[in-house]
Each structure stands twice: as C-alpha cells, then as structure tokens.
C-alpha cells in the first residue's frame, strides 16, 4: 500500500468519525433541548405547586378564622334556641297538665251527679 493510499483511507475514516460526531452533536442537541423543555415544565410546575400552597393556606385561615366562628354562633344560637323553646313550652305542659284534671274532675262530677240522682 502506498502513502498515498494509506493517507486516503486516513482521511475517509476520519470523514467518517467526523460524520458520526457530527450525528452525535445533533443527538446531543436535540437531547439538550428535550431536557430543556423538561426543566421550563417543571419550572411551571413548580410556580403552581407553589401557588396551589397559598391557595390551601388561606383557605385554612378562612376555615379557621370565619367560617369555624360562625358554626360556633350557629351552634351557640340554635342551643339558646332550644332553651327558649324548652321554656315556653313548660306553661304549655302545665296547662295540658291542668286540662286532663279537670277532665277527670268533671267525669268524677258527673259520675256523682249520677249516684246522687
């Protein structure tokens, strides 16, 4: 084999590598920028994680501070409610306490009233 030959076949396969190398840059690069695609979704990601978590913690705030206070006022409310109620309905008790014995007295007069006629 000549030099000339031999500096051919250096030169073809180094064409060669250069054309694999250049096949891998490109791979490269398309790789880099799927990663970079991945890094800007999880960037997004993260901002509404974030945001999702002051969501949460003001709906926290809002349970706690209103909407728990107000159950409670509901809660307390509905008891004195129920006591009112309660109260009220003992003069009524009394009175219904009252009618069945006068029932009972006037059915005991009329029971006598009929012994003594």
Known sequence: ??????????LNKVCSLENRFDG??????????????LENRFDGLENEVGELKNDVKKVK???ENEIRVNIQR???GHLDLSRNLHEAMK???EVEMLA??????????LELKRKIS
């Not at 084999?1 to 250096?10: A, F, G, I, R, Y």
């Not at 840059?25 to 970079?36: H, S």
């Not at 069945?100 to 005991?108: F, N, Q």
């Open 1 to 10: 084999m000549t030099d000339s030959e031999k500096l051919d076949l250096l």
């Open 24 to 37: 891998l840059e490109n791979r490269f690069d398309g790789l880099e920028n799927r990663f970079d695609g």
């Open 61 to 63: 705030v809002v349970l």
């Open 74 to 76: 509901v809660a307390e």
């Open 91 to 93: 003069p009524s008790n």
């Open 100 to 109: 069945i014995k006068v029932r009972m007295l006037e059915s005991d007069m």
